[in-house]
Structure formats: structure tokens, C-alpha cells
């Protein structure tokens, strides 16, 4: 996996709350049997004007000049600013794999959905959960200035602003531990083997009818 | 000391471990799979050179991209036209042939909905520990087991190491007191429930639903209302090991039998909260007080009552909700106040993990019985949950009664929930839909969904709007 250090970058601010996993990659692009490639399809139905198709090329596409992704000044951009419960809806990795092939490395919201939000962690992606107040007064800064931009430090767990002043941000140790390192959790896991084993074991004595 | 929830009982007896980066290894005892978020997963094995730590330990079936025309299906998998999903089931069928893997295959005759057939097989069991590579799974927590949904690096996480890393969540209850109306379902129990805590309220949360109305649904009603729990945002929803539970188990084919029975039903009836169980959140509703419910907006939360009118964003208590109102409204082509009954409909759908069981069909059938589909109504389908399901429909004569209202009988999948397949909604059609998510898109690129229980749907296939199917002769 991607390890996550810093980013430094432009912050596209996605004005929505609720923002489903649907909304982020519609089903027709979940059809692929790879992991990449789903970047151009980000945020399809409110990207684009006509109705996205699977392996479609999307430079000849009428976009839709309204929405953020589509505006100049946000290109480039790998820091997303959005509403609350972002990501609800399905269990679709494809969700945070579209994320993070357009180049978005960090999601900051005043709150996140359960699966999406466990997900991101498993793709080098980081959400960061900030109160209700200063996410507004992040929208209220970012809008105005173009070329507003935030940097991210997870060690730390700091966003620096421009204007020198710092916010802090929490992260549960594993998480960040995961991201820091890129870490393989199947190999982390597999270190505990033979307790796997020995619960299985004692499992078995418990609840044999589910070992028939 | 005090007693434990039936959560914290799950979670107990699944723990291998407590990690020392505060997060805990759990036990899984079984992932159901599907075409659309394993194939990465397998990829991912594959790559590493791994393989299943207990392959008997999954069940596979295609269901989400599954047609549905009986013309696509009479030549199983070579008959899906859309080259992209014949590829995705084809890949799950040489995938489970790989890793061992059983899966009921498109043609088998117990195919369906992962969700459905899991249950109906008695592969779901109370007291397990479950998982799928997607949110519906929270539906077999209906029978007393601990189910939620994964991404598709889990789905391979589990399939190398039958455990998952977890934190623990907390505690909710959901207690609702007294008796459902007649012609009020588990379905709008658990969309009032949803109106009342939002797509949010349940994050963090493992909610069980208790109370005397959850006590007299049909375990079919309590995996409608589980199946819902994830459109609170909780990943998790559970009801307690009763003896409608065990009744429902006995004689499944994969239930267990004779001494084992006897062994995993003294378990099983363990299976519910201590008395003096503590829950970091209770939250009471009065069944008397749910009306027929349909969803007028874009998030499951945007319900009313059959009797009311649509809000009108203008009365919301901040800006933040009339935004989201108002978006909502401008995307389903409504006005604020028009009466729910008002509101017209192009297609209906009537199906998914959350309403395609006999009981739902029975409930559908009923009402359109003797009546025919309003002429407005551009189609109405009806998706049974399984091929099981389906063959109990025809035995019943229930797909008689639909063909001759004018509803046309599919065979099994996903179909219209999330339109993966050829079944869509066209451009600003309303749908009165079974299924659980009323997303922008959901159904087909602009597609307006209204989310309703099976009898309210067929009743507004008849009317060609929503009606109250209490007032229903």
C-alpha cells in the first residue's frame, strides 16, 4: 500500500453533505475487474453532462463547468473538503480507489461513513475528521482564494495553512501507524497465526456445527 | 457487574486477540462473496501467492449484475448480453473453481440474492460472525449473528486470514414499543426509524432492535429492518435468538441436525441482551405511531407519511438541511407541501435484498389481485429474491396474479436496487421502489426513486400514484 507522510496540495472544496458512494463512482463503472482506472469516472454524474458508459473515453465528454473537479483553478488538487457523512451509502472500494487515482490523498469532513472510512485507510488514502466550525471556516477560506492550498502532516498530525497557523487533527495509533509504513495488514496479521489457530481450535470444541 | 448486550456476546466470543495498537482480531466465520467486489480480492491472492485459510468457510453467487429476462437466462451465463458483467460473473465462477470455493452459480436453481439465499440455506446461523463485500450484509443479523459489510481489501483479508482487525463499536438500542397498524410493515418501521435518526445516527454504532413490535415480526420483517441498519449508518443491526429464530432454522439444508442441533440451539438460545445489559444509546418509538412510509428525496432519511405532505425546506431549522432539501426537491422534480399521495409514478419495482421473500411477495400479490397496473405506468417488475423464492411464488400462483395485473415476473438478482444490469430507470421517472437506497442515479442516470414497502408499491402500480394502502379494498 501507499504510504501516507505529508501532502501538501490545492483543496477542492465539494460543498454536499451526504456525498454517497454512488455519487463518488456509479455503478456501471463497478463492472471492471481491476483495482485501477476508475479516476476518470470520479464524481461521473455531476462531472459530466451525458451518461457515463464503461471504458468510454471521457476527454470528448460535455462536462458540466459548475462543478468543482471541472473548474481551473482546482486542478491538480489531492486535498478534498466535504460535508458531513461523506461517503455513506454501499461498501464499494471502488469509492476511495476512484479518490485516489484522480490524485486526492486526504479527505477532510466534520464526519465520515463507517465502511468508506475504513476503506480509505486500506488504499493510502487519509480522512481526517474535523469539527463542524472549522470546516466551515476551511470552505469560507478556500473559495475565495484561488490556489488555496493545505499541508498535511500525519506524524505530526497537523494541516499547516498558509497564513503559518496550525490545526490539529486526531487518528487512531493503528491507522496511522498502517499509513505511515504502507503496511501489508494480511502479513501483519498472519503474524498471529498460531493464535488464529489455537482460537479455531478451542471454536471448534465450542460450536462444532460450524466446522461440519 | 453488569450484564452484557447481545453485541458485546458476539463480539466476546469471536475475539482471538487484542492487538497492541488498540485494535482486536476477530474471527470470522463466513463471507459470503459476489461477482462485483471480489475479483480484486482473488487478484490480490493470487499475487501474493496466497490461498484461503478455510475455503469451505465462503459461499459465492453472482447476483448483482445478473439479467433478469427469462430470455437471458435460459442460457445461464453465455446468455448475459452485456459483454462487461458476462466477464465479472465469469470471472467469480473461474475464481471459486480456483480457491474452492462453493457458489451457486447463475443456473443453479437456488441462486439469488446473496442476502436472500445466505438465510433461506441456513448458511446464516445465529452467534456467527459474518461478512460480505457489501453494506446489505447487516440483513443476517435478523437471526442473531454479528454481519456487516467489507471493502474489497477485507474480502481478501479474510479470505487469507479469517479474521478481521477491528475496534469495537458501541452499543445502540432501538426499542419499539406496541403493535404495528394493519398495512404498516417492517418496512416502514425501519424507514420511520431512519426518518427519525438520519443516514448518520447510527455511525459507530452496533444497533439491535428489540421491543414488542420487533418481537412479532417474521424473521422475513426483521431482515428488512437489519437489512436497513446501514441506512442509519450503522454498520451492524441485530434482533435477538427467539423462538421464531430457531423455528426458522430447523430443517435448512445447511442448518445443523440431530445431537448437533440439540448442541447449537442450547447456544443459540443464549443469544440476547442481560437484562441489565448497558447501552451507550436507547432510542424509543411508538409502533402505533408509524404510518405507511415513502420516501420523497434523495437520502433515505427524506421520508413522510403516506397522510402528510412533503416538507418545505423553508421550515428546516438550519441552512445547512434547507440546502440539502432543497437539492433534494430540484433532483426528484417535486414541490415543497404536495401531498405524498400526489406524487406520480412511472415504474415500479418491487424486489432486492430488503423486499423480495415470500412474504413480501404474498403482501404484493395481494394487493394488485383482482386489479390491473394504471396505464401511466410505463413498467413494474417483480424481482424474486431466489430461484427458491420464485418457484414458492409459482407454486402459490402469486406470478399469475402479478402477469395477470400487468407486473412482469423476472427471475432473481439485484436488478433495479442499484441497476447494474439492464433493468433502469429512465431519465426523471419516478419509481415506487422495495429496495433501499434512493441515491441520485441509484436506478439509472437521473432516475427518481421513492422507497416503500412491497404493498405500497404494488398499490401504486394499480393507482399510478401513492396511495394508502391501509384505505386498500
Not at chain 1, 463503472?29 to 470520479?42: E, V, Y
Not at chain 2, 447510527?202 to 432492535?209: A, L, V
Not at chain 2, 440431530?258 to 432510542?283: M, P, T
Amino acid at each position: 500500500m501507499k504510504k501516507f507522510i505529508k501532502e501538501k496540495g490545492i483543496v477542492i472544496p465539494l460543498d454536499r453533505a451526504n456525498v454517497d458512494t454512488d455519487y463518488i463512482i456509479p455503478k456501471q463503472f463497478l463492472k471492471s475487474i481491476k483495482r485501477t482506472g476508475f479516476g476518470k469516472n470520479l464524481f461521473d454524474e455531476a462531472r459530466y453532462l451525458d451518461k457515463g458508459l464503461p471504458d468510454q473515453d471521457c476527454s470528448s465528454r460535455p462536462i458540466n463547468p459548475d462543478f468543482v473537479l471541472n473548474q481551473a483553478r482546482y486542478a491538480g488538487g489531492s486535498i478534498l473538503l466535504a460535508r458531513e457523512n461523506f461517503g455513506c451509502g454501499s461498501s464499494r472500494e471502488h469509492a476511495p480507489w476512484a479518490l485516489e487515482d484522480y490524485g486526492i490523498r486526504c479527505i477532510i469532513a466534520p464526519s465520515f461513513a463507517d465502511i468508506f472510512f475504513n476503506n480509505c485507510f486500506k488504499n493510502g488514502l487519509l480522512p481526517i475528521v474535523l469539527d463542524n466550525k472549522i470546516v466551515n471556516s476551511l470552505f469560507e477560506e478556500t473559495v475565495p482564494n484561488e490556489g488555496y492550498e493545505l499541508e498535511v502532516d500525519l506524524t505530526e498530525q497537523t494541516i499547516l495553512k498558509a497564513d503559518g497557523s496550525v490545526i490539529k487533527f486526531e487518528i487512531d495509533c493503528a491507522r496511522k501507524k498502517s499509513l505511515l509504513n504502507g503496511l501489508d495488514d494480511i502479513s501483519l496479521t498472519l503474524l498471529h497465526a498460531d493464535d488464529i489457530k489455537n482460537f479455531e481450535e478451542r471454536w471448534k470444541q465450542k460450536s462444532p456445527w460450524l466446522f461440519t | 457487574m453488569t450484564g452484557k448486550t447481545l453485541y458485546d456476546k458476539l463480539w466476546e466470543s469471536h475475539l482471538v486477540k487484542d492487538l497492541d495498537d488498540g485494535n482486536s482480531l476477530i474471527y470470522i466465520d463466513l463471507q459470503y462473496i459476489h461477482e462485483v467486489t471480489s475479483p480484486q480480492a482473488f487478484e490480490g491472492l493470487r499475487l501474493a501467492k496466497r490461498s484461503p485459510w478455510r475455503s469451505e468457510a465462503n459461499m459465492a453467487t453472482p447476483d448483482h449484475n445478473v439479467p433478469t429476462t427469462t430470455s437471458e437466462r435460459a442460457q445461464g451465463v453465455e446468455g448475459i448480453l452485456d459483454p462487461v458483467s458476462k466477464i465479472q460473473v465469469k470471472s467469480l465462477d473461474a475464481n471459486c473453481t480456483e480457491f474452492g470455493i462453493n457458489e451457486f452459480t447463475i443456473d443453479d436453481p437456488r441462486h439469488g440474492i446473496v442476502h436472500v439465499i445466505g438465510p433461506e440455506q441456513g448458511r446464516t446461523q445465529p452467534g456467527m460472525t459474518i461478512v460480505c463485500g457489501d453494506s446489505h450484509t447487516s440483513t443476517h443479523g435478523a437471526l442473531g449473528a454479528l454481519a456487516h459489510g467489507i471493502g474489497t481489501s477485507e474480502v481478501e483479508h479474510v479470505l487469507a486470514t479469517q479474521c478481521l482487525q477491528q475496534s469495537k463499536a458501541k452499543n445502540m438500542l432501538i426499542k419499539v414499543n406496541g403493535e404495528l397498524g394493519r398495512g404498516v410493515t417492517a418496512k416502514d418501521l425501519v424507514l420511520a426509524v431512519i426518518g427519525k435518526i438520519g443516514t448518520a445516527g447510527g455511525t459507530g454504532y452496533t444497533i439491535e432492535f428489540g421491543g414488542d413490535a420487533i418481537k412479532a415480526l417474521s424473521i422475513e420483517g426483521r431482515m428488512t429492518v437489519c437489512n436497513m441498519a446501514i441506512e442509519a449508518g450503522a454498520r451492524a443491526g441485530i434482533v435477538a435468538v427467539d423462538d421464531k429464530t430457531i423455528e426458522y432454522l430447523k430443517g435448512r439444508p445447511f442448518s445443523p441436525s440431530a445431537e448437533l442441533w440439540d448442541q447449537a440451539e442450547a447456544a443459540w438460545r443464549e443469544l440476547h441482551s442481560d437484562d441489565d445489559a448497558y447501552f451507550d444509546k436507547i432510542i424509543e418509538l411508538e409502533a402505533i405511531d408509524i404510518e405507511p412510509q415513502v420516501s420523497w428525496g434523495t437520502s433515505p432519511e427524506m421520508v413522510a407519511a403516506i397522510s402528510k405532505n412533503i416538507p418545505d425546506p423553508a421550515q428546516m431549522e438550519n441552512d445547512a438541511k434547507r440546502g440539502n432539501y432543497q437539492q433534494a426537491l430540484a433532483y426528484m422534480g417535486l414541490e415543497a407541501n404536495t401531498p405524498i399521495q400526489d406524487i406520480k409514478i412511472d415504474r415500479v419495482f418491487i424486489g432486492s435484498c430488503t423486499n423480495s421473500r415470500i412474504e413480501d411477495l404474498r403482501a404484493a400479490a395481494a394487493v394488485v389481485k383482482g386489479h390491473k397496473v394504471a396505464e401511466s405506468i410505463k413498467e413494474a417488475i417483480v424481482v424474486p429474491g431466489s430461484g427458491l423464492v420464485k418457484a414458492q411464488a409459482e407454486q402459490e400462483g402469486l406470478d399469475k396474479i402479478f402477469t395477470e395485473a400487468g407486473l412482469q415476473w423476472r427471475e432473481p438478482g439485484c436488478s433495479m436496487c442499484l441497476a447494474m444490469n439492464a433493468d433502469q430507470l429512465g431519465e426523471e421517472e419516478h419509481c415506487a421502489s422495495t429496495s433501499n437506497r434512493n441515491f441520485e442515479g441509484r436506478q439509472g442516470f437521473g432516475g427518481r426513486t421513492h422507497l416503500v414497502s412491497p404493498a405500497m408499491a404494488a398499490a401504486a402500480a394499480v393507482a399510478g400514484h401513492f396511495v394508502d394502502v391501509r384505505d386498500w379494498t
